[in-house]
């Protein structure tokens, strides 16, 4: 039986950082511990298997895919039962804003939610609702890469269009692996455009001043 306040734990990093193996370890933990266990995916990210989550070493596990649609977060409201203990979703960037809400709901049952996802997306930039999901957590575990341009730790997630680096202009999703992702440090990872809008950026500040 979990406490009545429930716990909040956040896997966070870069792509290839190693964020889904742990979550499929702390969930493998709570089951050895009879535990019962709901594991929740985004039905976007359908790279390897649309009803598994599945890491970059091959490991999978079932889970539920709920989307964006309205009624799916109730949905797992819904398969988050009385017997069920433990919560784990994977790639918690992708879900809305409504996805604090209902952490929030279930933390209030009393339940452990264990969420893995991006803090950043390929801009360097905080994605969705990861940055809201680590300030509200019990515990937070930030994972790093390693970066595949000069093999320092990485931080960050470069994104590749046709071997290039991406545009600071594309979408911030774009669901990919290996073909067009890789894990960078800083002085690696190349973002076209970041210069001019760095540079609007420092513009808006200094006429705020004058």
């Given at each position: ?147 595949m341009a000069c ?59 004058d």
């Amino acid at each position: 039986m979990q406490d009545a306040g429930g716990r909040l734990e956040v896997i966070c990093g870069s792509m290839f950082s190693g964020k889904t193996e742990e979550l499929m370890r702390r969930l493998r933990r709570a089951e050895y511990a009879r535990q019962n266990v709901l594991t929740v995916k985004h039905s976007i990210d359908d790279r390897k298997s649309y009803a598994c989550i599945v890491s970059h070493d091959g490991s999978k596990r079932e889970a539920h895919a709920v989307d964006d649609t309205e009624g799916s977060l109730s949905q797992i409201i819904k398969l988050a039962t009385d017997e069920i203990d433990v919560i784990g979703i994977d790639e918690i960037q992708f879900f809305p804003e409504g996805a604090l809400l209902l952490i929030q709901a279930l933390l209030s049952q009393g339940k452990r939610v264990i969420v893995s996802g991006l803090d950043l997306n390929f801009r360097k930039e905080p994605f969705g609702v990861v940055p809201d999901l680590m300030a509200m957590a019990d515990d937070v575990q930030k994972l790093r890469a390693i970066c595949m341009a000069c093999g320092a730790e990485a931080n960050f997630t470069q994104r590749l269009v046709n071997g290039a680096p991406a545009h600071y202009d594309e979408p911030e999703i774009l669901v990919g692996a290996e073909e067009c992702y890789e894990a960078r440090c800083r002085n690696c990872h190349e973002l076209p455009g970041e210069e001019e809008v760095q540079e609007l950026i420092f513009a808006s500040i200094d006429s705020l001043a004058d």
